[in-house]
Every structure is written in C-alpha cells, then in structure tokens.
C-alpha cells in the first residue's frame, strides 16, 4: 500500500476516533454545562423578576410616605369620618363631610394612577375607616382588629408589609403596605395602607416572559402560593395543594429540579428573594429546554466534524505535498540509480525542513559516491600503471593460495607467456618447498611481517630461481 494511501487512511481512523471521543465528551460535558448555563439564564431572569416585585413594592412603601405626610391625611379632626363599627348591610348609608372627601380624593387619586394598586385606606384609633372607593359589601368592621392595622401600630416608625391575607368581603387576597399615623408626641392615632391583590401581581408578573410554555409561580417564606398557573392552588401551601415538588425551593436559595405532572415532564428553577422571602419559581417545559440542549451540542459536533475533515484534508495534502513528493522522487532516483547505475540523478530541493535535509543528504552522498568512484577509477589507474610498468615482480594472492593478480615482470622472471598462463597455477606449484609457503603464511597470521625473505621459486620449464619476497 502507498504512503499516501496509509496517511489518509490512518487520519481517517484517528479522526474518527476522536470524533467519538468528543462526541462523547460533547454529549455529556457539553449537556451539562450548556444546561448550567440555561439554568443561570433562567436564574438570572428569576432575579429580573425580583427585582421588578422589589422595585414595585419599594415604590408602593414610598408612597405610603408620602401619603402619610399628606397634610389633609394627617388631619386628627376624625370624629365625623366613616365608621363600620356598627354598621347595617341593608341600612347603612355613607355619609360623607368634607375633609373626609379630600381625603378620599387623595386615596382614589393615587388608586388610579397606579394600576397594581386595589385598595388605598386609612383606619383611625376611634374606629373610623376612610377607603379609596367605596367597599363592596357595607358590613360590620374594625380596622383596629384587623392584620394590617395591627402591624403598623407594632412598628410605628417603620413601613411594614403584611403577609398575605383574605379580603373580608371580597374573595381576594391582599398584601398591604401599612405606616402608622404618629403625631408629635408619638402617640398612634391612625393607620394608612396600600393594598395589592395577588390578582393585580399575577397580572403583573404575566407580563414578565422567561421562555415558551412556561410560567412563573411565587410562594411565601411560608410556602403559600401567591401567584401561579393554577387559580385553584392560589393562597394554598403548596404541599396542601399536592405540589411536593416545591420542597426543593423551600429547602434551598436557588437551582433547579425537575418533576413529571399529567404525563410531562417540567423543570423548576427557583430564586428566593433577599428583600421579600419569597420563591420565584419558573415552571418550563423539559422539551424546550432539551431541544436547546440538543441543538447547541449537535451544533459543536456538526462544526467539530467538518473542522476535522478540514484538518485532515489539509493535512494530507500537506504531507502529499512536502514529504510524500519528496520520499517518492528520492525512491524513483534511487530505484534509477539501482537499474542503470548513473549516479547523476540529484533531487531538486523547495523545502528547508527535515525533508530538505534528507534530499540534501542524498545528494551530497551521490556527489561524495561520484567522487569516491573517480578517485577510486583515477587511484586504480594510478596503480595499475605502476604494477605494470615497474620492473619488480609483482602479485596479489589469497591465503589459500590462489593468484588473484600479477604483473608483467613476474611473468617474464618466472618464463610463462602471459599472465592467464600464469594465473592457471597454484601458487604452492611455484614454490621450490611448497611447505615454505605455509611457514611463510603462519608467520604473517601471527601478525609479523615479511621484509627480504628470500626463497627458491620454480621457473616454467622447472629451473630454480631465488627470490626476495
């Protein structure tokens, strides 16, 4: 199999295993912090939501400042205003003075102008009671006796907000913001307040979106419900009202749980507030949240999958380009090489990395190798001149006794024809002893040297002749 053909199939294989990898990893890291992130969006919102609740009834305590500043409010000229004390649903008429109307004026002023409030009313220490608009039903009633007025008069200094409670003729329920009326001596003499609805706030946080198919749910530091989907769980503990699943947001500041109603499946996440106590719940849908979830990690593997199948592309036409190329052209030279023997094949050289290193390499061992080659011819040359010109005899033999080589003047000194003539003997034929060339062969396997050894050699025709070797 070729180079390129390995590499793109080995990057195909790595990148397939890293695509499972971070699939993987994608599929359960990624999940869980793009869902963390949701839930600290949805948090986030639930604190948006707080703070418009905050800002609203932090807007409602000034008021009431202000309206317990008023002048004609603060008047102690009471004696004549409206009394429920002993009051006739079929008989009772209202009779209204002056002052009373001013400050009636006052109160429905304000009721108006501010939508989110229901009722705005004041209770006097004598019993009296001045509202807004007139009530629903004229029944028997002491402010004095009731939460709000109470509330004020336990802090007489302060703007207290009143848990929520029941109307007493209407079916609503109410969170009042109540201030006591001090006079200079500090004695409480009445008591104002601005009532809202938990109809009006559900209305009020309608308005306030956090996503598709979702709502907002508040409950108490008690766990009552004060606003939600349901009118029917309304001013009920949630537990009561079979919503167990609130536990967790009674338990806990804020986070998320998830819970199954009427064959679906819900997120909660929940904020508690730090000025009211109360827990904002968001209810959503966990199709909607998984679907976000699920394009946002399909997304990162989309993407992550078209990055790798760049990289590798590039990648492989990278390596096909500068180290495949150059592997190929220094195989076909050498191949070339091999078959013809023509050592003038170089490798052009682009590249300054290990691949240009390489073809460097090559080339100079070519150069070093024709070099080699023409000292080598030029040296065998040299050599052979001087064997065949000098007029010593002159020859070459391996250690069993065969002639590799000899000169012209041998030839003549030992009267053979030719040097083939000569090759043909076994040198030990030579030898006047054949056993003194054995001993002369001991002496240089141990390593001495031969200097001026002389010995009696045959001629041809069988004649002796003495020789230094």
Do not use: C
């Not at 600290?40 to 939501?49: D, G, K, R």
Request: glycine share 6%; net charge negative.
């Amino acid at each position: 199999m070729k180079l390129n053909s390995r590499l793109l199939i080995t990057y195909a294989i790595v990148g397939a295993i890293l695509l499972a990898v971070i699939g993987l990893y994608a599929g359960v890291t990624l999940r869980e912090r793009r869902f963390e992130s949701i839930n600290e969006s949805f948090i986030a919102q639930l604190y948006q939501v707080d703070f418009a609740l905050t800002s609203l009834l932090t807007e409602v305590e000034h008021d009431v400042l202000d309206l317990v500043a008023n002048k004609a409010v603060r008047t102690r000229d009471d004696a004549e205003f409206t009394s429920f004390l002993e009051a006739d649903e079929t008989t009772f008429e209202y009779q209204i003075g002056e002052t009373e109307q001013t400050i009636i004026d006052i109160l429905n002023t304000y009721r108006l102008n501010h939508p989110y409030a229901n009722s705005v009313y004041m209770g006097r220490e004598n019993g009296s009671f001045v509202r807004s608009h007139k009530r629903a039903r004229p029944t028997r009633y002491d402010p004095r006796e009731r939460p709000w007025y109470k509330l004020a008069i336990s802090s007489p200094e302060q703007v207290m907000r009143t848990a929520p409670y029941r109307s007493v003729t209407t079916p609503d329920v109410n969170i009042g913001t109540v201030k006591a009326l001090v006079d200079e001596h500090g004695q409480v003499y009445g008591v104002v307040g601005v009532d809202i609805t938990l109809h009006n706030l559900t209305e009020y946080i309608s308005d306030i979106s956090v996503g598709e198919g979702s709502y907002i749910v508040l409950l108490d530091d008690q766990g009552i419900i004060l606003t939600g989907e349901d009118e029917e769980t309304r001013f009920s503990r949630y537990d009561k009202a079979g919503l167990d699943y609130f536990q967790i947001a009674m338990e806990n500041d804020q986070g998320h749980t998830s819970f199954e109603r009427d064959g679906e499946d819900y997120y909660l996440f929940h904020y508690t507030s730090p000025e009211l106590g109360w827990k904002i719940s968001a209810v959503v849908p966990v199709e909607g949240i998984d679907r976000q979830v699920r394009q946002f990690v399909n997304g990162v593997l989309l993407l992550l999958g078209l990055s790798l199948f760049l990289l590798s592309l590039l990648s492989a036409l990278a390596l096909r380009r500068f180290i495949v190329g150059p592997i190929q052209e220094l195989q076909q030279s050498t191949e070339t090489i091999m078959q013809t023997g023509d050592l003038d094949h170089p490798i052009a050289v682009e590249d300054g990395g290990e691949i240009g290193r390489l073809a460097n390499s090559y080339n100079e061992m070519i150069a070093s190798i024709r070099q080699t080659e023409a000292e080598l011819r030029a040296s065998e040359e040299k050599y052979r001149t001087l064997v065949e010109n000098i007029n010593v005899g002159i020859f070459r033999s391996s250690p069993e006794g065969r002639l590799l080589h000899a000169n012209s003047a041998l030839v003549k000194s030992l009267g053979y024809d030719s040097v083939a003539k000569l090759m043909e003997v076994p040198l030990a034929n030579l030898y006047k002893d054949p056993g003194e060339r054995a001993r002369l062969i001991e002496r240089l396997e141990a390593g001495r040297s031969l200097r001026n050894q002389e010995v009696r050699m045959v001629k041809r025709d069988g004649s002796p002749i003495w020789v230094s070797l």
